[in-house]
């Protein structure tokens, strides 16, 4: 787990149960998200100056910027994610917002300079294929309307996140999570005290999740995933980052009994087959490196 990629797909799967554990929460969609956003930033905060680390984010205003950028992006994407959980199927809402990656890869030739090499672009395609068979029964429904335009608006809002966390390379690691935990919960406090104010009911029957949520969920989940995705390229955060939505489909069918059609299945195993196969043609170039030596 020291290495960034094992960090990365962990902190996916965790992503990936945020939707079944929310829903064992009896609070709107919004205290949910204000919830998780203070423990998450308590718990990773906490561990920072638990650690003496050094705050160096005075020394790199750009990159502090765009951090904090990148936490009032994600702020936003989990207020619209979690609404859209509540309006339409966890599964099909995570899809949505996994629009964002895709758009990050479209703009990364121009943003990173990273070139868009032929076996990235087969498995994206593989990928984007898959979304399209998962999502492919939804129009034929009679769907929420604003449920499913939180859930593309949620693509858009983690899209600039992402990209803007990838150009803030100067900082790191924990520091770079509690910078942008400290940010997403000023969104999400923000949003709630304007619109609902911060009055909170908390059955006992809700601490357990909501504490997994907090400090399991986003606080581990957030480290892992900030650290790693800030130094993997910009096409392997994309593509496989929609293993994410991939173990949403299957915790909520596990676990919420949400259905998954047959074309949708077939959906599923093109995204994981399409991330597995642009990670190991990137890799095999290294290891030929590695034996020769």
């Keep these: 787990m020291n290495q960034p990629f094992p960090k990365y797909i962990f902190a996916l799967l965790l992503f990936g149960s945020n939707g079944v554990v929310a829903s064992m929460i009896a609070l709107s969609s919004y205290e949910i998200v204000l919830l998780r956003s203070l423990l998450g930033c308590l718990f990773v905060v906490s561990i ?3 650690g003496k680390n050094k705050l160096t984010f005075p020394a790199h205003k750009k990159s502090f910027i765009l951090l904090c950028v990148a936490g009032c992006a994600t702020g936003a994407t989990w207020i619209l994610l979690y609404e859209a959980y509540q309006r339409i199927s966890v599964s099909i809402a995570t899809l949505c917002m996994y629009f964002g990656p895709a758009i990050v890869m479209a703009l990364s030739p121009f943003l990173f300079r990273e070139r868009l090499t032929r076996r990235k672009a087969v498995s994206f395609l593989l990928v984007l294929f898959g979304m399209v068979l998962i999502n492919g029964q939804l129009a034929g429904n ?4 604003f449920g499913l335009f939180c859930g593309i608006l949620s693509a858009i809002t983690y899209a600039a996140a992402i990209s803007c966390n990838k150009c803030a390379k100067e900082i790191g690691g924990l520091e770079n999570t509690a910078i942008q935990m400290v940010f997403t919960l000023f969104t999400a406090a923000l949003f709630v005290g304007i619109t609902r104010g911060y009055s909170i ?25 900030l650290s790693s995705m800030n130094v993997l390229p910009v096409q392997t955060v994309a593509i496989c980052g929609y293993l994410e939505p991939l173990a949403a489909v299957i915790f909520s069918m596990l676990f919420l009994h949400e259905t998954l059609m047959p074309i949708q299945a077939i959906g599923a195993v093109l995204i994981l087959g399409g991330a597995v196969f642009g990670e190991l043609r990137q890799k095999q170039p290294s290891k030929e490196a590695a034996h020769s030596v």
């Design 48 to 50: 920072f100056f638990i």
């Design 142 to 145: 009679n769907c929420d309307i």
């Design 201 to 225: 009911k908390i059955a006992s029957s809700d601490i357990f999740p909501i504490l997994m949520l907090g400090l399991i969920n986003t606080g581990i989940g957030s480290y892992f995933f």
